[in-house]
């Protein structure tokens, strides 16, 4: 992935990637080491995060359609290599949360995939 073309989104807008039963199945450990690394990632780059909890939901059998959109995550990556979140320390102790609703956005069973 090193000489890949790098792009400026990690997914593409309204990417369905419902159950493939007609796709081609990939090799499930290759798949769920490439997941892992982004899984770690999405902590530092919080602009990854859906595209990634939107491929990590087929880890047990992951297809074609999936790793390409895995590899596009990476590609996206490429492009903005220094980008990401800073966490300082400091005294202040409140919490702050954030909900992003995609209001059953999951195909295959109508289940809300984020938030």
Not at 2 to 31: A, F, M
Not at 44 to 71: C, N, W
Request: charged fraction near 25%; include cysteine; hydrophobic fraction near 30%.
């Amino acid at each position: 992935m090193t000489r890949c073309k790098p792009i400026n989104t990690p997914i593409e807008v309204h990417t369905n990637l419902g159950d493939s039963v007609e796709g081609v199945p990939i090799n499930k450990e290759r798949y769920q080491c490439l997941l892992g690394k982004l899984i770690y990632l999405s902590h530092t780059r919080l602009d990854r995060s859906y595209a990634v909890s939107m491929v990590s939901q087929f880890m047990q059998a992951p297809y074609e359609k999936h790793i390409e959109v895995g590899t596009r995550i990476l590609r996206y990556l490429k492009s903005a290599p220094g980008k990401g979140s800073m966490f300082k320390k400091h005294d202040k102790r409140t919490i702050e949360a954030y909900i992003d609703s995609d209001w059953a956005g999951s195909v295959t069973d109508r289940k809300l995939t984020s938030g």
